[in-house]
């Protein structure tokens, strides 16, 4: 049975007041919608948290925000890179619309390549002389459909800058899921201009002494106790350079995080690594973007 949930409500984190040294300043004023359904092979969830004023700073923020929605639904478990569907070409100021749009689009593809895929699974058991019917039907019973899980949501909120969260979870029948999305998105909480660039993209080699004692720490919070001089053993790298994360490193107020997605640099085992830089240690190898929003 089809279930669709539309839930329209300014966040706890909107309606808050943020205390710092410089006095009392209200939170960016959001809205979050929340959707989901499932297909006979496949379910699809979204929970989208977008600005809901209406002045300059707020309206490029959300802009952007709908893009980064387009760039992930627009082309879900497209392993070419193509895109599934025409972008919508309604009124953007009709959020839920807009949001219903690429919904029901993307469940569409779900529920097609799904289907697909089951129908492969079973033609391919079928081939089998020595699978017996009964054996046959069994595993196809339980064999588990697709998820995907689409999540974009504010993690930090400061009177110069606000970071969003786009990370999504993917499952197509394999032996496990994995995390998608773009990561944390900066804006300059004035303008509403992304910071395409939080750090120097060149800095890499400079700072391995922090990506070092980053992974090391965070190695030791999951109770694995690594030496700095044998880290590369817990590492895909090649060679004993650690890159910088594909995804950009977002500001909150104790310090730059970096998070580094699934079998980036580490075994799937591992997780996604991430760990806080200080920005006294960090500050020279920021933007002078990312430097302006943090008054460094």
């Known amino acids: ?36 359904d499932t297909t006979a092979h496949s379910s699809l969830s979204c929970e989208v948290e977008l600005p809901s004023a209406s002045d300059k700073a707020s309206s490029a923020i959300r802009e952007e925000l709908m893009a980064v929605l387009d760039g992930q639904l627009g082309y879900i478990v497209s392993f070419e890179g193509t895109r599934q569907f025409e972008p919508y070409s309604g009124d953007r100021q009709d959020t839920e619309a807009y949001l219903k749009y690429y919904f029901d689009n993307a469940l569409k593809v779900l529920e097609r390549d799904s289907a697909d895929d089951a129908l492969q699974r079973e033609s391919y058991m079928r081939e089998d002389d020595q699978m017996a019917e009964e054996e046959i039907a069994e595993i196809l019973a339980g064999m588990p459909g697709w998820e995907y899980e689409f999540s974009l949501a504010k993690i930090a909120d400061t009177k110069d800058y606000v970071v969003f969260q786009s990370q999504d ?41 922090m990506l070092r004692e980053g992974l090391t720490d ?6 694995l106790e690594v030496a700095a001089d044998s880290l590369g053993d817990y590492l895909l790298t090649e060679g004993d350079l650690i890159p910088l994360p594909a995804w950009q490193p977002y500001p909150t107020p104790d310090g730059l995080v970096f998070v580094y997605q699934q079998y980036e640099i580490a075994a ?9 830089v200080p920005y006294d240690k960090i500050a020279a190898y920021l933007t002078p973007e990312a430097k302006k929003i943090l008054g460094l």
Do not use: N
């Open 169 to 209: 979870y993917v499952y197509l029948g394999g032996a496990h899921g994995g995390v998608t999305g773009a990561g944390g998105i900066t804006f300059d909480r004035k303008s509403g201009r992304r910071v395409t660039q939080v750090i120097d993209p060149g800095c890499a080699e400079d700072i391995q002494p």
């Open 1 to 36: 049975m089809k279930k669709i949930s539309c839930i329209l409500f300014t966040t706890a984190l909107a309606a808050s007041l943020l205390c710092s040294c410089e006095g009392i300043k209200k939170q960016l004023p959001t809205k979050t919608w929340a959707f989901s």
């Open 268 to 276: 799937y085992a591992f997780g996604m690594p991430a760990f806080t």
């Open 218 to 223: 965070y190695f030791a919070e999951g109770g």
